[in-house]
């Protein structure tokens, strides 16, 4: 069937076949019994060679047109071993299609208009079948006696449909002329990818295939799942011990087993401690003034602990922050050490002893008599120092005016403090007995490592969204230091080391991770290396993550590259629809007029005419109700302006993991629920 004319016609009886059958006919007569059609053994020979071409090239257009007609019901099968994923140092393998053009949007209209349920719907036997499995499946005989029915195998006519739902016809349209490899070029990648979908179409197992490439070609790789898939962290530390790449894996669901990181530790100005903290806290209407109160509180303990040699963790400003009074203490004594203050204990002691608790101001009344002295000492000297005026503010303040002031920091600080969550938030550098590793975004990028981090946001969403929000952030620095200095500044490594680093970021449920610095990470990461790939249901989900539906717009603009599953809603659909233009499809009509001659002296009497007229209409490209009608591990893909249409390949890995991550894996499908969270995938049927 040649598509070189204006009008197609796959949907009419596959008639190439009967030429097929006629030629084979014909060379069987000619090869048994050429004389009866008066043909020497000569001619016959050569007839024969004419035929077999003839009834070859005939079958080939034939089976074609049946393909196409089969596929618009029941796609093949898609599956692919991880060892099989194609890696490329230039271009990213997203799966097999095609490119989306004008002649599939004619194949879908004409399947509309020209009797197309007949080859999209199930038959009237498989509706049957169907029915009748439903009213025996209590019946354990009869099950067992018609179990043939759900038999999936190409010599069952009534096999049961995978459950992937949607509408098959939508790819199947491009199945005519054969699916090929689609790519992403990498040079692409910088510009970042959305992957918004509905739950359970797909995203996670199209993340497997995106990491899994990542990991093997070399990029540093840090994948961010909110909602602990275990297939997941299965697939993504795999491919790591393929790769013979280190993989830290961090979960606060599992402190026993996990890694663990200290989102606030690292930093290039000691004022990001303060942001990363207070990013979450609410900061909208009233609460925004406690909010910039409570960073600069946060800020000054910061700066404290900076100064007397400790390390800043989510624990000690929770402490802190409660009560500044023994952070104010001993700021003071190591200030007074290191600026040399002669005789400072004793003078300390002395005031000490001499305060009165009667004399003293009374907001202070109370208060331990060392600090007291040290304030005393303090304005007898007239100390100048910001951090020091700082700690004074608020330890002169009254009780109930600062536990006010820093309300909307401490149930923040107490949910991140609370449990064994502190274990790995707040690690103790200094505890050689803990065993369990401790990572950072800088010696991750250094060692090129893969990192899964697990957020259990459906067991507490609020300590896994700030968690997740602080690593963002602390990424967000991160690449900024990489970008002024290089990533090993200050050590001897060469130039195109630090020219080559690529770090590929992973974020499923992208609305539980958002904040603030996201916006800056995907406006100017990308000199950095940054490849960010961000997984999300729906646009408005992103609007809802960051409170503010300007700044969600301004994340949404920074995805150059849009890979679109199945969504349920127009919001969604319309990030590619909004960007493509219209085409032209043609309707073949029928005309048929008839009319009688009033003219007594002509010997016309009747006239009649027949025509087949082709009309035109503009219609978009591709439409929103397409986007939401897709079959689940399907997908449109626009990148570089041009869009295609894509099936997902289905990973198969089979190896197991090492004990410990293994009983981890399979508590997080039993906690999750993981063993249904995708059955169209777990089921091979999915894709017959």
Request: glycine fraction near 6%; charge should be neutral.
């Amino acid at each position: 069937m040649s598509t070189k004319y204006q009008i197609e016609a796959l949907l009419r009886p596959a008639v190439e076949m009967y030429t097929g059958f006629a030629a084979l006919f014909l060379i069987i007569l000619l090869m048994y019994a050429p004389g009866i059609i008066f043909m020497t053994p000569t001619v016959a020979n050569y007839s024969i060679g004419i035929f077999s071409l003839v009834a070859v090239v005939r079958f080939y257009q034939g089976l074609r047109i049946m393909k196409y007609k089969r596929n618009l019901k029941r796609l093949p099968m898609y599956r692919i071993k991880s060892k099989d994923i194609p890696v490329s140092k230039r271009v990213l393998f997203l799966g097999k299609g095609f490119e989306w053009d004008q002649k599939h949007v004619q194949r879908l209209r004409d399947i509309s208009l020209y009797g197309g349920k007949k080859y999209t719907r199930p038959s009237w036997l498989y509706r049957l079948a169907r029915s009748f499995e439903l009213k025996i499946e209590d019946t354990v005989l009869l099950s067992k006696l018609f179990y043939f029915l759900s038999a999936d195998s190409i010599f069952n006519p009534v096999r049961p449909l995978p459950s992937v739902g949607g509408h098959p016809e939508t790819h199947a349209v491009g199945m005519y002329e054969g699916e090929h490899n689609i790519y992403m070029a990498l040079s692409e990648r910088v510009g970042h990818t959305l992957v918004p979908g509905a739950t359970r179409n797909g995203k996670t197992r199209l993340a497997e295939i995106l990491i899994h490439q990542d990991i093997m070609r070399g990029d540093t790789v840090v994948v961010f799942d909110p909602k602990g898939d275990a297939d997941l962290m299965r697939s993504t530390y795999l491919s790591a011990k393929e790769a013979g790449r280190k993989c830290y894996i961090f979960h606060l669901a599992y402190p026993d087993i996990s890694a663990r990181y200290n989102p606030i530790g690292q930093f290039s100005k000691i004022t990001e401690v303060s942001g990363r903290v207070t990013d979450r806290a609410a900061g909208e209407g009233s609460s925004a003034a406690f909010k910039m109160f409570g960073w600069r509180y946060i800020n000054i303990i910061a700066q404290a602990l900076i100064y007397i040699g400790e390390i800043p963790d989510y624990r000690n400003i929770n402490r802190h922050i409660l009560s500044m009074d023994n952070l104010y203490v001993q700021y003071a004594l190591k200030y007074f050490k290191v600026n040399k203050v002669d005789d400072y204990e004793n003078i300390i002691d002395e005031i000490e002893k001499s305060i009165d608790q009667k004399k003293i101001n009374p907001t202070l009344r109370g208060r331990d008599k060392r600090a007291l002295a040290i304030l005393q000492l303090i304005e007898k000297l007239n100390i100048q120092d910001t951090i020091l005026e700082g700690l004074l503010s608020a330890f002169k303040s009254e009780k109930q005016y600062y536990d006010k002031i820093v309300s909307n920091m401490a149930p923040l600080l107490e949910q991140l403090t609370t449990g064994r969550t502190a274990e790995l938030l707040s690690p103790d550098y200094f505890d050689t007995d803990d065993t369990r590793e401790i990572f950072d975004w800088k010696s991750v990028m250094q060692q090129n490592a893969v990192v899964y981090v697990g957020l259990d946001c459906l067991t507490d969403s609020t300590v896994g969204g700030a968690a997740g929000a602080s690593m963002f952030a602390d990424l967000t620095s991160t690449f900024g230091y990489v970008y002024k200095h290089g990533l090993d500044y200050g050590q001897e490594v060469s130039d195109k080391k630090r020219d080559e680093l690529k770090v590929s970021i992973h974020g499923d449920e992208f609305a539980e991770l958002i904040g603030p610095s996201t916006v800056t990470m995907l406006n100017k990461a990308g000199g950095a290396g940054l490849q960010f790939t961000a997984y999300t249901q729906t646009g408005a989900d992103i609007v809802v993550g960051m409170d503010n539906k300007d700044r969600a717009a301004q994340i949404t603009g920074n995805f150059n590259n849009i890979i679109m599953l199945r969504v349920k809603s127009k919001e969604t659909s319309q990030l590619i629809t909004d960007q493509l233009p219209d085409v032209q499809v043609s309707q073949l009509m029928t005309v048929t007029t008839a009319r009688d001659n009033s003219n007594i002296d002509n010997n016309v009497h009747y006239e009649s005419t027949n025509e087949d007229r082709i009309s035109t209409e503009t219609v978009p490209l591709l439409t929103d109700a397409q986007i939401m009608g897709l079959p689940k591990g399907q997908a449109y893909v626009y990148t570089e302006g041009r869009l295609s249409k894509i099936r997902i390949p289905m990973a198969v890995a089979n190896e197991e993991l090492p004990n410990t991550l293994e009983m981890m894996a399979k508590e997080m499908e039993r906690n999750y629920g993981n063993n249904h969270s995708e059955d169209w995938y777990n089921n091979n049927k999915w894709g017959a």
